[in-house]
């Protein structure tokens, strides 16, 4: 049984599929087959999933699969032959938004997918407002869908994937101690177990506020409270008022969501308490935005990896092709934080 997987894990990683624009072969049966054990997968998980550190923090993926593979290499283990072997060696939690944008959403979810079949406790995958029918109706995912497979069979295909991002995660915690979400918080939120209490599947999230601040909220500088989000046209912008009392009352040191472009693909809100990460590089070409991770190691010490657009790369896809050559990665990883609570320890391997 898990034979299937492991050749469908394997299928994602062969060099030939991480360069370029080279779409990966599906049958509709396969991506059924995969769908229907990750969404037992994903029940099996509380909407707030709590894993420990050592771990890795991931934001916006947006069909960069070539980028996401990229993200996987920062993390390989030298003395593993395999390829993008950087999928085995962590724990990494998702904040969502695989799909849409990029061209190639159906490889970005298809593997985070297998990867959280293979191995549920290494793997944490929290819903982004992509994940969203509304939203992956048209901006992007369900098209790839229909090129891809033809018009009827996208339209099934894609009930399929919205059953089972209905099923997603809404938050993460991580060592009790940092707050994961893809977009923010909002007045709804008092305690963890108002999360943990929100019944899934939750296929139209707009029946919960306290899921669409945690799917769509952005942070404000400058505000006190909260204000309703115009940008977005749902949810609402909240203020550093809020995520200081939030911390306080949730006994949290740290807040960490996505949703948000940032140019060095991190950026600060609120001192240190709040920290949006984003892992779509070049996610606006014009802008040629920066990527990155947060690493969380054992001890809740938190630092960041940065990825860098392709293109700034001279050897691009050549490099990437070398063995998933780290030479083009940002290597000025640095620790910026540390965790003030005490974290349970996480086990090292396995
Ligand atoms: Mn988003």
Known sequence: MSEFYWKFLHKHLAPKYSTGDKRIGYTLSEVAQV???AKEALKKDNSLIEMNPPIVIVGDIHGQYYDLLRMFSLFNDKDRNEPVSGT??????????YVDRGSRSLECIMLVFVLKILFPKKYGLVRGNHECRPINRVYGFFDELQDRFGNEEAEALWQTFNETFALLPLA????????CMHGGIGPNIHTFDDIRQIQRPLDDISTSPLAMDLLWADPMIDLIGFMPN???GVSVYFGESEVVKLCKSLNIDLIVRAHQMMQNGYGFFCGRKLMTIFTAPRYFPERNNKAAVLVVDENGKCSIKVLLPCDEINTGEKAFRKEFDLSYMDSSSYQFY?????LPKGRRKG
């Not at 993460?172 to 707050?179: E, H, M, N, P």
């Open 35 to 37: 769908l229907g054990a």
């Open 88 to 97: 085995l060696t962590q724990k990494y939690l998702f904040l969502g938004d």
């Open 172 to 179: 993460g915690l991580v060592g009790k101690k940092i707050f």
């Open 230 to 232: 115009q940008v977005r």
């Open 338 to 342: 540390k965790t003030n609570g005490k």
